[in-house]
């Protein structure tokens, strides 16, 4: 049975951003160990340690002083290394202001999460459930998040993948897709592919400045979006949630999921039947 890691990163997360973005990128752990060969190669070509995209798009730290024909040359290089190393990329972008007047109440602190953070991150969840469940994977998976502190909500994506977790292991009798095995926090400076996801988490709220906003987002975050977006070895999406009426479908297809999942765990589980 081979393995499956999914690396996420956000955007957007602090308070001051009207928008949340989550990110994902999926491979096998053999095409993650090819993405790092070459990420290696590239750090030495170029000349930096940890990649950080909003860091290397404002030329500081380790940037500081790069010139635009090199970064585009950088930008280029990275995105051809993830697109031919992973296997599924998604995103989800959500306005706070929309996400605080749909998802409310009970549902929201229940069921869905108050952080919006937390609600991309099972957009993306449920993305990558619907492409493992069309290619029958037997593939068992883990999720690595880059590193949270408690203010953005990683008490909350917790007790999801836990949640997750648990419900994976009912549905894999049923479904033969594999278990979702666990999940951890790491850092970008050691795990690779969180730098892949960073730079698909910024380009990403980058179009949404477009997107919601009609703002130009800059010559990089168009030309990674370009390259990003260009992702032909697997599936590739981005959900962008602008009006209340696409949240709202969400949210009803999501309650009606979790009900006939409840359902089946009680067949599963007699003896937790009210």
């Known amino acids: 049975m081979s393995f499956i890691t999914v690396h996420f990163d956000d ?131 883990k999720y690595i998040f880059d590193q949270m502190g408690s203010n953005h909500g990683k008490g909350e994506i917790m007790k999801v993948m836990d949640n997750a977790i648990a419900t994976s292991k009912i549905e894999a009798k049923k479904t033969g897709v594999a278990v979702l095995t666990g999940y951890a926090f790491e850092s970008k400076v050691a795990t690779l592919p969180l730098q892949a996801s960073d730079i698909f988490a910024w380009t990403v709220f980058r179009q949404t400045q477009k997107a919601f906003f009609k703002k130009d987002p800059g010559w990089m975050a168009d030309l990674a979006w370009q390259h990003i977006s260009s992702f032909s070895k697997g599936p590739f999406r981005a959900a962008f949630f602008t009006q209340k009426e696409e949240l709202q479908a969400w949210a009803e297809r999501y309650l009606d999921a979790l009900m006939k999942a409840m359902s089946r765990f009680e067949e599963a589980n007699p003896k937790f039947k009210a």
């Open 11 to 141: 955007s957007g997360t602090h308070l001051e951003s009207p928008i949340a973005i989550a990110a994902c990128y999926a491979a096998k752990v053999e095409r993650w160990k090819k993405f790092e060969r070459n990420w290696n190669k590239a750090k030495k070509k170029f000349g930096f340690e940890t990649f950080h995209m909003a860091e290397f798009a404002a030329n500081k730290g380790e940037f500081e002083g790069w010139g635009d024909s090199k970064k585009r040359k950088v930008v280029k290089r990275l995105c051809r290394i993830i697109n031919n190393s992973v296997e599924f990329g998604f995103a989800v972008a959500v306005p706070k202001r929309v996400y605080d007047e749909v998802i409310k109440g009970p549902f929201r602190k229940h069921f869905v999460g108050d952080f919006h953070y937390t609600f991309a991150v099972r957009a993306c969840a449920d993305h990558l459930g619907r492409w493992r469940s069309a290619s029958r994977s037997d593939s068992s998976m």
